[in-house]
């Protein structure tokens, strides 16, 4: 009898939350560092040894308000940060035992807000002006409720059904349910925050309005498309990150083959080979055309991606996807070795002539990064390797117009925390440039 | 194998480990148990006079996720009959007669009552009886426990009554809740007593819900004191433990001391040996864990003991009591700084802010390249796991300020990263009490005080 595999177990949210027993010994664990390392590390810079010494007064809302007034989407970076390179790595603790589990305490900071409906932060009071904020992902929700905070009118346009942006449909269950992110959009709303969705800019929202009715506008627009392979038979690769929405949006309907093959060996891929894995392919394989060493996964999500039986084929180039009456059979590949480093630093993959071979497979998906955001070349904006250029205010090219966000990560690796960092910066900078036109000082 | 059998005033025992006189020694059954487990004596719950208790009787203090640091009760002595309290003690010596069973007793103020007690407490055959001067709660309200110890005069007419008939070493338990212990000890002594014990349980209260602002534990809708008890206490125990030992006439009456209050592994054991106890009395230790602890009391003991080239418990007792001394006869010129080891420091900066703060500000942050840093200079934009440790600054002592006060020492959290170094002062030794005969000007005037300071080279910063 074939097993019935439940998307709503298979894929549900990997971490339990922490008992309350649990987060206390944890809480009492830390050593409360003086200007720690974990908050140094943390790109929102949250004062952990003060949440975390909350939690073990049993202060909660208190321990919650410290981590939402440095990262409003605290709940979802809870989830999904790279702790391991970030505040846990840095963890004096390592040294001597293990780290403190600084995400799951966070987590259940802030879970305990948001399960008990109660908000930390009141609107400010009005200043009576207007901001648009273009994109409801994590650098726009957080832009959005800083600004909120400091008593100014925003309004969010989110082209999508949902905002959430990446938070909503971009991340695995298996990491963080999509009720998280709603939960934080529902929160940024309760701040006063518009949030128009289905508005998208070029479609059914015009530059000009939105320039001549609002005082200052932040673009978060995050990435586009995963770019084209460019072999033949690409149309019938699935794109990675439509994947992963429907696997969160409707995973009954998602279609998993029998034998998976990943192109790409970043988080995303893994995140794409792990929903194949875990929901019924019997053979996941990740294909990636530099070696383990150059792979962006982190080490923790590689380790992960092992342990769920998921396999690597690396230094192997996919040449071309093979149909049989329109059904993918097989992904045609070449074997690859390191030459000369290239522009990015890494040795360039080199074909190894004649050693083509077939992964036998009835599912390809790529997740080889993004699409630079689009949007730079419609509004006329300063890029930067494809991204939208900013100056340490995080203003464009156009003054007034600020952005955060993927959309501007020309150096380092996206990640939402750093969405967030932007989002709250941008926030500063434009309450700065606001007051002073208004002749007041700013905070 | 060192020889951990003591004798107590004749009281033998073949480890100096006793149950102390409370809940763990209420019945024949669990002094039983606690013998099989090892326990070398017993205390038996005290005995006497008639009683009624409360539920909601003990309460806690817990601290940092660590429970039951500290225990406080409110509990009477035995409230089980007198007959069957003796006939239970009978039983228990003759199963056990190589351990020491000594009976706990209170009664009324009166020499009959007392005179009765111990008659029938030596028929049982028990080794000894403990007179309890100590209890600060329920007991001391009708004139008995504390309410004896506190008084020498009426520690001492007590204690006569009973030594005049008792054929038993007769111990007497003092009260921590008194200025100073020394003169219920001696009035003690002067009535004849054979031993001494210490300490009670000091008056307590643990603390208030802040839900109901009813006090913990509540009774009722009410709380009061309690006798307080457990780790928490026990420097205050080694103390009170120490004040006597080094009393003249403690010391002269040869009279060995039952030590007690927060024993609770076989390193508390050896400091109460150190500071002249014989025997150790163990209740909250026993009360949070059971009797089964009795296991490594005695094993960490004789491995301490073997490694230090102790044979008997006896080369252990009061070794450390001539180091007690006083203020007055402190070396002012000892001079001890900190010394942070950088191999060992895990950079937690707690010595810098604890010094920085609340000590004397002679802990610098300092970056890789040895140059002194402010905390939190790390730019807004900063962050991961290699940044934030490659520019972590590391702790530094600038140890020609530093006053050697201990306090980074205390708070580092990592063994032996933060050692006080003894360097030499340059100045010759001096106490107070000589400073006052000599140099009667300098403890009374500031002025002089400055000239002398600078006479000898010492510089506060």
Redesign the interface.
Known sequence: MQQVIKPEEVLKEYHPPLTDHEALVEAHRCLYCYDAPCTHACPTHIDIPKFIKKIASGNLVGSARTILEANLMGATCARVCPVEELCEGACVLNAEEKPIMIGRLQRYATDYVYERGIDVFKPGPPTGKRVAVIGAGPAGLTCAGELAKLGYSVTVFEKRELAGGLSTYGIIVLREPVEVALAEVEMVKRLGVEVKTGMELGRNLSWEEVRAGYDAVFLGVGLGAVPKLGIPGEEQVVDGLSYIEASKMNPAGLKVGRQVVVIGAGNTAVDCATIAKRLGAERVTMVYRRSEREMTAYPHEYEFAKKEGIEFRFLTQPVEVLLEGGQVVGLKCVRMRLGAPDASGRPAPEPVPGSEFVLPCDQVVKAIGQEKPWLAQMLGLETEKGFIKVNQDYETSLPGVYAGGDCIRARGSASTVMAVQDGKLAAFAIHRRLTQSLGMAAD | MADLSINFAGIRSPNPFWLASAPPTNSGAQVHRAFEAGWGGAVWKTIGAPVLNVSNRYGAWHY??QRMLAINNVELISDRSLEVNLREIRDVKRHWPDRAVIVSAMVESKPEAWREIVLKIEDTGADGIELNYGCPHGMSERGMGSAVGQVPEYCQQITSWVTEVARIPVIVKLTPNVASVVPPARAALAAGAHGLSLINTINSIIGVDLDTFELIPNIGGKGGHGGYAGPAVKPIALNLLSSLGVDEVVRKSGVPISGMGGITTWRDAAEFLLLGATSLQVCTAVMHYGFRIIEDLVDGLNAWMDAKGFKTIAEVVGKSLPRISDFNDFDLSFRAVARINPEKC?????C??ACNDTAHQCID?VDAQGNVVP??R?D?H????R???S??PQPRVREEDCVGCRLCHNVC??EGCIEMVEVPSGRPPVTWRELMQTRPEVTEDWSAMERYRKEVGIEIH
């Open positions: 940092g996720g895990i950079r937690c900066n707690l810098y802010v942050l905390p939190f790390y807004v900063s962050n991961g796991k940044e934030a440790l520019t972590r959290p990592v």
